[in-house]
């Protein structure tokens, strides 16, 4: 079964920066791609970026692109969050998922998907 787990949030002041970490498991052998989503308190749940497994070629939504960067580290199976000058904003609960198919930030996408893997998220919250 795969499984993946979010760290790296917290409470930060508006400014500074936060990397949160995926790390997935059962992920042995084909295509994947791994998303990043937030959902802010009363808001939908939202796409912000995604990077993919076969040739790490990443998406980002447009009100991200500029401070947010995901990246991989294959050794350790982690894909990562880059967060520079947070703004208060980008209070939300941020969640990555996995799935078998391709890599795009929409979240309308991955709600459609039929077997992709969430995780609990975690909280990043920013103070002003």
């Known amino acids: 079964e795969v499984q993946v787990v979010e760290s790296g949030g917290g409470l930060v002041q508006a400014g500074g920066s936060l990397r949160l970490a995926c790390v997935a498991s059962?992920?042995?052998?084909?295509?994947?791609?791994i998303g990043w989503f937030r959902q802010a308190p009363g808001k939908e749940r939202e796409g912000v970026s995604c990077?993919?497994?076969?040739?790490?070629?990443?998406d980002y939504a447009d009100s991200v692109k500029g401070r947010f960067t995901i990246s991989s580290d294959d050794a350790k199976n982690t894909v990562y969050l880059q967060i520079d000058n947070l703004k208060p904003e980008d209070t939300a609960v941020y969640y990555c998922?996995?799935?078998?198919?391709?890599?795009?930030?929409?979240?309308?996408?991955?709600?459609?998907?039929?077997?992709?893997?969430w995780g609990q998220g975690t909280q990043v919250t920013v103070s002003s």
């Open positions: 990077i993919s497994s076969r040739d790490g070629s990443t």
């Open positions: 059962g992920l042995t052998f084909g295509n994947y791609a």
């Open positions: 998922a996995a799935n078998d198919g391709y890599c795009y930030f929409s979240y309308y996408y991955w709600s459609h998907l039929h077997g992709a893997s």
